[in-house]
């Protein structure tokens, strides 16, 4: 799941690529629950938000987003998008 909608990413947008790189860094140190700010502050200007990543099946909501609150997202799969960040030559 994860590593085919990566893959998919790669040839569609790859310059999201460094946004899925980013929230994967942070579920390896903190857990499979990060804010979509998170990941938006470690690559900035890349794009205003999670949206084409969790319209791909990358990322999915699992609260927040109300108006002054965070968005809070996990990974589907990461293992899978580990995988195909290894393949792309990312990590």
Do not use: C, W
Not at 52 to 74: C, D, M, N, W
Request: aromatic letters at 4%; charged letters at 20%; hydrophobic letters at 40%.
């Amino acid at each position: 799941m994860g590593y085919e909608a990566v893959m998919l990413l790669a040839g569609e947008r790859p310059e999201l690529l460094p946004l899925v790189d980013a929230a994967r860094r942070i579920v390896v140190q903190h857990g499979n629950q990060f804010s979509g700010s998170s990941v938006l502050t470690m690559e900035p200007g890349i794009a205003p938000n999670l949206r084409p990543l969790s319209l791909r099946g990358i990322v999915e909501k699992t609260g927040g987003s109300q108006r002054g609150h965070r968005a809070f997202y996990r990974l589907v799969d990461p293992p899978g998008v580990e995988r195909a960040l290894g393949e792309l030559g990312i990590i």
